[in-house]
């Protein structure tokens, strides 16, 4: 008998990178968890300080031409910050995903100050605008500067923008983990394991700052009766298809919103945000319970729901002004419109169906919560974040299923009509794609081979890769593969390819229409 000798076993020498990676997030998400946390108690007390005075307004009426000049400055002097560096407007959210993805570059210091300011003129002054996309740009914009300050690779950079958005949005609504996964799944696209660890570090990090401020009591914290049985999840099929129908309208109008303006204002761009500075005094005056996000509406709804007629002008009130104040390009975000939009439509179905006989009462406040999750799986086509979110801001466990159901439902119904994902569809109508170009340093693009792509189970050589460009490793689980033409790909794999930083969109663009090339011709 031949014996073979045993190899020694080499000593793993221990990898560093992760916990380096790590450290840096969790200072980035302490930075932007305090100037979110600053931002978001502006943006508070703001929206009691425009109470009180519309409120005094109600009363002096002789004081709303004053009023009303204050409010066209303030116009004015938002306007023209959003004049001088354009990455402000909006959400920011679209600006933050074109940045990941190589199709938009800007300053950090004149856009971090700028958002903040304008961020908390604009919601504070009880505008329809959500304070977590302006959250999630300030986060991604100090990371940026954090890199830039520190002399950061091109990767590590981009690994700390991804993770400051998500301390961003921690900060914002008190969700790390929904907020890491919003990241991944809607802002970033890839789930690679140097991201999500990262991320989760920033965003713990930034909760933990957030919660010395504001506690450690859900965002939605909303007491409920029962737990929905069996019996009624037939409801969360109609639900989730009439939130998907309801979702499709949404994106359809929010898109068209700048066209608008243009057409039937006839004022420079920059000038949009008069319009929603005007319209929302008399709002102001006449229910200044309304103005704001609409964190106060979901809570007041849940608490005391009022008749079905006065949901209904709820639901149209804030559904034009939100598309109002958003399409003026004032820096502000749809997230917390939208949930409140998806709260309001959750207490209508179930209003509807009480009064039908075909659901007990006691459930209504639970058809509130899921809604919100199921709007938000529709118009964004994020589900697992939708999921998760609602979760986390509502701090109980016990609607996970229903939860789920709805906004995969809602997803499937904005898919099948043809809706793209909200943010990725305003990235496009802000960034036009780029050109191939050469030279400039290099940089890194990690692309994920999805289930069912035509790159899986198909030879390196099989394929036309884009000029400009080189794959250089197949990462595989923990390993990274140095590929050859014979190199067989796999579902689950991620190609890290070369390529200059100004082409990473380009190239970016090229692997998406690689990965399904068969199946588009």
Not at 136 to 162: S, W
Not at 385 to 409: C, F, K, Q, R
Request: net charge positive; charged share 10%.
């Amino acid at each position: 008998m031949q014996w073979q000798a045993q190899p020694t076993k080499k000593q793993r020498v221990p990898d560093r990178t992760r916990l380096t990676y790590i450290l840096q997030g969790c200072l980035t998400g302490a930075i932007a968890g305090l100037v979110v946390s600053v931002f978001r108690l502006a943006i508070v007390n703001g929206l009691k300080l425009m109470t009180v005075v519309y409120k005094q307004l109600s009363v002096h009426l002789e004081l709303i031409p004053v009023w009303l000049l204050l409010m066209l400055l303030v116009a004015v002097v938002v306007g023209y910050m959003g004049r001088q560096y354009p990455e402000i407007k909006g959400s920011g959210i679209p600006q933050v995903e074109g940045q990941l993805a190589g199709n938009l570059e800007y300053a950090w210091w004149p856009v971090l100050w700028r958002k903040f300011i304008g961020g908390i003129l604009s919601i504070g002054s009880g505008l329809f605008l959500g304070r977590e996309g302006p959250s999630i740009q300030l986060g991604a914009t100090i990371a940026q500067g954090y890199a830039e300050v520190t002399h950061q690779t091109e990767l590590k950079r981009r690994v700390l923008i991804a993770s400051g958005a998500a301390a961003g949005l921690s900060a914002a609504f008190n969700a790390p983990i929904a907020s890491t996964l919003f990241v991944l799944e809607e802002v970033y696209h890839n789930f690679s394991p140097l991201i999500w660890t990262t991320a989760l570090a920033s965003a713990i990090a930034s909760n933990f700052v957030s919660t010395v401020f504001f506690g450690l009591t859900p965002v939605l914290h909303i007491v409920y009766a029962r737990t929905l049985p069996l019996t009624m999840y037939p409801h969360l099929l109609l639900l989730g298809i009439f939130l998907g129908v309801m979702g499709f309208v949404y994106q359809r109008v929010l898109l068209k919103m700048g066209d608008w303006y243009a057409y039937l204002t006839k004022l420079p761009s920059w000038l949009f945000g008069i319009v929603p500075f005007v319209l929302v005094i008399p709002i102001g005056i006449l229910t200044p319970n309304l103005l704001g996000g609409g964190n106060n509406i979901i809570l007041a709804i849940a608490a005391h729901s009022p008749a079905l007629i006065v949901l209904v002008g709820i639901f149209v009130l804030r559904f034009v002004f939100s598309m109002i104040s958003y399409g003026s390009g004032l820096p502000g975000g749809i997230f917390l419109p939208i949930l409140s939009l998806g709260a309001i439509l959750g207490a209508i179905y179930g209003k509807v169906m009480i009064q039908l006989g075909w659901m007990p009462s006691a459930y209504l406040v639970n058809f509130i919560i899921i809604a919100m999750a199921g709007y938000f799986a529709g118009i964004g086509k994020a589900p697992f974040t939708a999921i998760l979110l609602i979760t986390e801001m509502v701090g109980t466990l016990h609607h996970l299923m229903p939860l789920a159901v709805v906004s995969i439902t809602a997803y499937l119904v904005v898919d099948l009509m043809g809706g793209a994902p909200i943010y990725e569809s305003l990235l496009h109508k802000i960034v036009k794609p780029k050109m191939a170009q050469t030279g400039g340093k290099l940089d890194r693009v990690e692309f994920p081979i999805f289930a069912g792509s035509d790159l899986a189970n198909h030879q390196v050589r099989d394929f036309k890769w884009p000029e400009n460009s080189l794959l250089i490793a197949v990462r595989r689980g923990e390993r990274e593969i140095i590929p050859h033409g014979d190199t067989l790909l796999q579902a689950g794999d991620t190609l890290i390819v070369t390529t200059g930083h100004q082409n990473r969109g380009n190239i970016l663009r090229k692997l998406k229409k690689l990965q399904y090339s068969q199946i588009d011709s």
